[in-house]
């Protein structure tokens, strides 16, 4: 018998991997500009070989949005699009990161849990040569934004993904059809966490994604982020 997984551990999931979607609007919206000068410790990519300046910045991309937003989607897609432009990436999905139970009191989303392995996670790959390192989660709070570039030891930029909510709940049952509870605790979730990030605002810049496909999200997220081109220099 199958036994379901208890809707607070995935609360910030994205769409299952490689999930297709037929449409997801275009445009973007800029917010504030973020501090940049950390610097990546090695000089060349452990898996790539690919030669990096020693005065090249290393940098994070959240994806941020609510549940069935298509975050990791998204987050597998810019690494995709970065690894075929020659850039030495990562790309990490923070729900595996908490994937523990049960979650101390206090700390619905175990984010402590996933703070405590995103440093270890992140310094791996920094020092493995990743200059472009792409997270897929969510972040509520600006507090939880500074947490997570400390643990990150380089400059994070925040994209929100904005999707109609109707879109959103047909992935989610999709997703979760015949799962009775898991479903409308997500269906939920949706329009919660939606309302959250709204009043939160603390991405640096939106996508609004209703109507575009996982490729077009993605290359937009690049265009915005500045990550396109050669591997940079500050």
């Known amino acids: 018998?199958?036994?379901?997984?208890?809707?607070?551990?995935?609360?910030?999931?994205?769409?299952?991997?490689?999930?297709?979607s037929s449409s997801w609007r275009a445009g973007v919206t800029a917010r504030r500009p973020r501090p940049t000068g950390w610097r990546v410790?090695?000089?060349?990519?452990?898996?790539?070989?690919?030669?990096?300046?020693?005065?090249?910045?290393?940098?994070?991309?959240?994806?941020?949005?609510?549940?069935g937003a298509g975050k990791t989607s998204v987050a597998e897609m810019v690494g995709d699009l970065l690894t075929e432009a020659g850039m030495p990436n990562a790309v990490i999905d923070l729900d595996w990161l908490r994937r523990s139970w049960p979650s101390p009191t206090g700390d619905r989303f175990n984010v402590a849990m996933a703070l405590r392995n995103l440093r270890s996670v992140a310094r791996n790959y920094r020092d493995a040569g990743a200059v472009r390192i792409v997270l897929a989660g969510v972040i509520e709070t600006e507090a939880n934004r500074d947490r997570h570039e400390n643990a990150l030891g380089v400059p994070l930029s925040v994209c929100r993904l904005r999707v109609d909510l109707p879109l959103v709940r047909a992935r989610l049952a999709q997703r979760h059809e015949a799962e009775g509870a898991v479903l409308q605790w997500y269906l939920a979730r949706s329009g919660e966490l939606d309302a959250i990030l709204e009043a939160a605002a603390l991405e640096d810049f939106t996508v609004s994604a209703t109507d575009l496909s996982i490729l077009s999200t993605a290359k937009t997220v690049l265009s915005s982020v500045g990550w396109q081109g050669p591997c940079p220099s500050p």
Do not use: E, F, K
């Not at 208890?6 to 299952?16: E, I, K, M, R, V």
């Open 41 to 67: 410790g090695a000089q060349s990519s452990y898996r790539l070989r690919v030669p990096i300046p020693r005065t090249t910045s290393c940098s994070a991309l959240l994806i941020n949005g609510t549940v």
């Open 1 to 20: 018998m199958r036994i379901p997984r208890p809707p607070h551990l995935d609360a910030c999931q994205g769409p299952q991997r490689h999930a297709s």
